[in-house]
């Protein structure tokens, strides 16, 4: 299984920017996708996660400014990120949590490699 994760690049304070991540290879369901951050000497947080349900979890700290959606059917996960503020930026990883494959019993998880947000001030 690999995520691969794009969106991410510059935008000012106050714009916009839509992140994307697609999971691949032998999947048969996944309980939840998600957006995580990592701030330098920081331990990598929740952004965001939603269930294949769609029931989604936010951060407080970006509550009301970001949207998270999935497209099931495709194996992705969104990122709506506006209102965006110069203390989001950093780098973004994706994630797939609990991830069934048409190969192994197990659920495992994955982490996609990352993208960077940068909001100038």
């Known amino acids: 299984v690999q995520l691969q994760a794009s969106g991410g690049g510059l935008v000012q304070a106050g714009g916009s920017l839509r992140l994307s991540c697609a999971a691949s290879g032998s999947i048969f369901s996944i309980n939840v996708m998600g957006w995580y951050r990592q701030f330098p000497g920081k331990q990598r947080e929740l952004v965001a996660t939603?269930?294949?349900?769609?029931?989604?979890i936010y951060a407080d700290s970006v509550k009301g400014r970001f949207t998270i959606s999935r497209a099931n059917a495709k194996n992705t996960v969104y990122l709506q990120m506006n209102s965006l503020k110069p203390e989001d930026t950093t780098v973004y990883y994706c994630?797939?949590?609990?991830?069934?494959?048409?190969?192994?019993?197990?659920?495992?998880?994955?982490w996609g490699q990352g993208t960077l947000v940068t909001v100038s001030s």
């Open positions: 939603a269930s294949s349900r769609g029931d989604a």
């Open positions: 994630a797939a949590i609990g991830v069934a494959t048409h190969t192994t019993p197990e659920r495992d998880d994955y």
